[in-house]
């Protein structure tokens, strides 16, 4: 089944059940604690805040997700993607766990022939939150899920909060077993590459309060929400790797081509070398995920969404010569996204000739100094190991940063290749520290001029942008 099938039964069931059908929302949203969208909750926050009433008791959405976090997996993992599509269904006070268990385990497990995508039952499984009895009843009731297939665990996978006082509560994972081949028995508690996780639903029935200290779970639960909300996602990504019985999330029908054309490009074959197969994975997904953060408004830069940008884009550079492709590739790779992506997200086409420019424009300036960075790159490598370490300077990192545009996980990369570290908290030092400086030498100009109003006014739009490190993206918190 193609990725828009699965979508499309996902809104029809749906919207056959009383969902309002929400457009997705741009992966750049107003919102102090996240970079991009990364779940399909995001614009429906004021609603489950109480911030605003919400327009409908239900809602279903094909939200566009990035998750800059999962970066370091992908290629590597069978299932994360940077950018992926979360599908979603919601009820704000309307119904709860009963409803939301019900709706899922029907879409799943009907029959291909009557609207749903025909999982096997017997290979599903579940988690609940420890002491979520409710939930695991439910899965019994409404699914006739055995206990055995009913797994519990603790605060940090199955309670969700927002991190900060609000609506809490338990979630249950949804996880289909790929069968002894893809690794260990027993369920997900045990093996998660076996059993794949599908699809999570929130339970919001709590009331949340300060954090206690700096652990993610630490924090009472003040009592019960005077409404339960219902908050769910879906990896459409996910169901398709299993409904077209591919190995893994980067062969499926939206995302493959981009292989394709790298192995046009490098004639060299996907599945013949296992390092050769990451670099492949990870061309497509990040020459997916750029095509579609540029299309939303993102433009390569040293700061923030701009920096993450910049990273996916020159590492797809990257792993194509090491593909021993020399030659521009990120305008081939953009018209293949979007020709695949195209028919869910037409402003890819609309948009295709800035998109396009945006792309060609960094690959060019990254060209025009990866050779000389690599030479630095590699002496410096000689050096330190010549001195007997093992361990890169950060002063060399900031470096290659700032004079070559070479994103600290790029340095991190070459250096892991060698079997060398970096020592990043040196790179961050230099950073501040450059930072500090600029931010000196913009006030002192500011007091020179009589005239300040641009800046102002580029600070009422961008905020005072900080440079956030590779670490700190990492951060960036998981919503659902
Ligand atoms: P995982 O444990 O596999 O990293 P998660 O628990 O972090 O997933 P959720 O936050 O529960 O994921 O997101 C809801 C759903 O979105 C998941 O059940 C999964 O199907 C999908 N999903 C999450 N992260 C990714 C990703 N990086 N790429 C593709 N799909 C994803
Ligand atoms: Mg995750
Ligand atoms: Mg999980
Ligand atoms: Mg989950």
Redesign the pocket.
């Known amino acids: 089944m193609q990725t828009h099938e699965i979508n499309n039964r996902f809104i029809e069931h749906f919207r056959n059940t009383g969902h309002t059908v929400v457009p997705s929302a741009s992966l750049i949203l107003d919102d102090p604690n996240l970079l991009f969208v990364n779940?399909g909750m995001v614009q429906f926050k004021p609603y489950f805040l109480g911030e605003v009433p919400a327009p409908y008791p239900r809602a279903t959405s094909i939200q566009k997700?990035v998750?800059t976090a999962?970066i370091d997996?992908v290629g590597k993992t069978t299932?994360?993607?940077?950018f992926?599509q979360?599908a979603g269904n919601f009820s704000f006070g309307d119904y709860f766990k009963e409803g939301a268990i019900e709706h899922a385990w029907q879409l799943i497990t009907a029959s291909q022939d009557s609207g749903g995508y025909g999982l096997e039952p017997d290979r599903i499984w579940v988690t609940v939150y420890n002491n979520d009895d409710e939930a695991a009843r439910l899965w019994n009731k409404v699914a006739g899920l055995p206990a055995e297939r009913i797994q519990r665990r603790g605060m940090d996978?199955n309670f969700w909060s927002m991190n900060v006082p609000g609506p809490c509560g338990p979630?249950s994972?949804?996880y289909y077993d790929r069968g002894p081949a893809y690794g260990q028995e027993g369920g997900p508690l045990v093996d998660?590459s076996r059993y794949?996780?599908?699809?999570?639903l929130v339970f919001m029935q709590d009331q949340r309060g300060e954090s206690t200290g700096p652990g993610k779970s630490d924090f009472s639960v003040l009592g019960p929400l005077p409404a339960q909300n219902i908050d769910t996602?879906?990896?459409?990504?996910?169901?398709a790797c299993l409904l077209q019985g591919v190995e893994n999330?980067y062969e499926t029908d939206l995302v493959r081509p981009v292989i394709n054309m790298a192995e046009e490009l490098s004639g060299r074959r996907y599945g013949a070398d296992p390092n050769d197969d990451v670099r492949f994975r990870v061309i497509a997904d990040h020459a997916r995920t750029g095509v579609l953060l540029v299309s939303d408004g993102v433009t390569p830069s040293n700061e923030t969404r701009g920096y993450v940008l910049r990273r996916l884009l020159r590492r797809i550079v990257r792993s194509t010569r090491l593909l021993g492709v020399h030659e521009p590739v990120l305008g081939e790779f953009a018209q293949v996204v979007r020709d695949a992506m195209a028919p869910s997200y037409p402003e890819l086409t609309t948009e295709f000739e800035r998109i396009d420019s945006v792309m060609r424009n960094e690959e060019e300036a990254f060209l025009a100094t990866l050779s000389a960075g690599s030479k630095i790159f590699d002496m410096a490598a000689t050096e330190t190991r010549r001195a007997g370490s093992t361990q890169l300077p950060g002063s060399k990192a900031f470096q290659l940063h700032d004079t070559y545009g070479f994103p600290i996980d790029l340095t991190l990369e070459m250096a892991a290749e060698q079997g060398l570290s970096v020592d990043e908290q040196g790179f961050r030092d230099l950073m501040s520290e450059q930072r500090r400086r600029a931010k000196e030498d913009a006030r002192a100009r500011k007091t020179a001029h009589a005239d300040t109003s641009t800046y102002r006014s580029l600070l009422d739009e961008h905020g005072t942008t900080e440079f956030i490190g590779y670490t700190d993206l990492q951060a960036q918190s998981?919503?659902?």
Request: proline share 0%; hydrophobic share 40%; aromatic share 6%.
């Open positions: 779940a997700c998750r999962d997996e299932r994360h993607n940077t992926f979360m996978d979630s994972e949804i998660e794949i996780e599908i699809w999570n996602g879906m990896g459409v990504e996910r169901v999330v998981r919503v659902l």
